[in-house]
Antibody
Framework: EVHLVESGGGLVRPGGSLRLSCAAS????????MTWVRQAPGKGLEWVSYSSNSGTYIYYADSVKGRFTISRDDAKNSLFLQMNSLRAGDTAVYYC??????????????WGRGILVTVSS | SYVLTQPPSVSVAPGQTASISCGGN??????VQWYQQKPGQAPVLVVYDDSDRPSGIPDRFSGSNSGNTAALTITRVEAGDEADYYC???????????FGSGTKVTVL
């Protein structure tokens, strides 16, 4: 069974940093592209960042580009999101999601339960 | 940037059919996904690549995509289908994934 478990969230002051982790199990992590998606309280889903299975291709939403860095450690079956220069608008539940392998692969077939990041003074 | 437009809400009686639209410029040329999200839970993929269903998703859920509009159709609606539904595409021109604003489905 596929498991994705996020950790590293919490309360941080504006301008601060936080590193999220996503521990994957139940599948061959190094085969899959991975993505971070966030959801502000009471709002919709917002894609944040993508990493191809090799880490060769990496993309960011305009709202986080230059502040967030996605990375992965295939040896540890883990995905990371380094978040710097955090703003109140970054307050959200952050989800780690796995891309599908069938067809286009441009979809997210498994999701973690999410981790809350609160940016506030 | 690419924009997906969804109606904020759809109401449907149990046993009837709900249809949720997702509008976007020439969206028919893109692969469209749909996610179901219940309160306090992570999203669940219900349709991918316009009309394919992941294993475990009932065939009451179906998708279509043509021209400037994609749609998710839920037949024989049940109380358990009450949730927020989001469409999603990959925009190759910007290398961005895009979500629609979401549609709240209420079962009367």
């Amino acid at each position: 069974e596929v498991h994705l478990v996020e950790s590293g969230g919490g309360l941080v002051r504006p301008g601060g940093s936080l590193r999220l982790s996503c521990a994957a199990s139940g599948f061959m992590f190094n085969t899959y592209d991975m993505t971070w998606v966030r959801q502000a309280p009471g709002k919709g889903l917002e894609w944040v960042s993508y990493s191809s299975n090799s880490g060769t291709y990496i993309y960011y939403a305009d709202s986080v580009k230059g502040r967030f860095t996605i990375s992965r450690d295939d040896a540890k079956n883990s995905l990371f999101l380094q978040m710097n220069s955090l703003r109140a608008g970054d307050t959200a539940v952050y989800y780690c999601a796995r891309h599908g392998l069938d067809g286009s692969g441009r979809y997210f077939d498994s999701w973690g339960r999410g981790i809350l990041v609160t940016v506030s003074s | 940037s690419y924009v997906l437009t969804q109606p904020p809400s759809v109401s449907v009686a149990p046993g009837q059919t709900a249809s949720i639209s997702c509008g976007g410029n020439k969206i028919g040329r893109k692969s469209v996904q749909w996610y179901q999200q219940k309160p306090g839970q992570a999203p669940v993929l219900v349709v991918y690549d316009d009309s394919d269903r992941p294993s475990g998703i009932p065939d009451r859920f179906s998708g279509s995509n043509s021209g400037n509009t994609a749609a998710l159709t839920i037949t024989r609606v049940e109380a358990g289908d009450e949730a927020d539904y989001y469409c999603q595409v990959w925009d190759s021109s910007s290398d961005h994934y895009v979500f629609g604003s979401g549609t709240k489905v209420t079962v009367l």
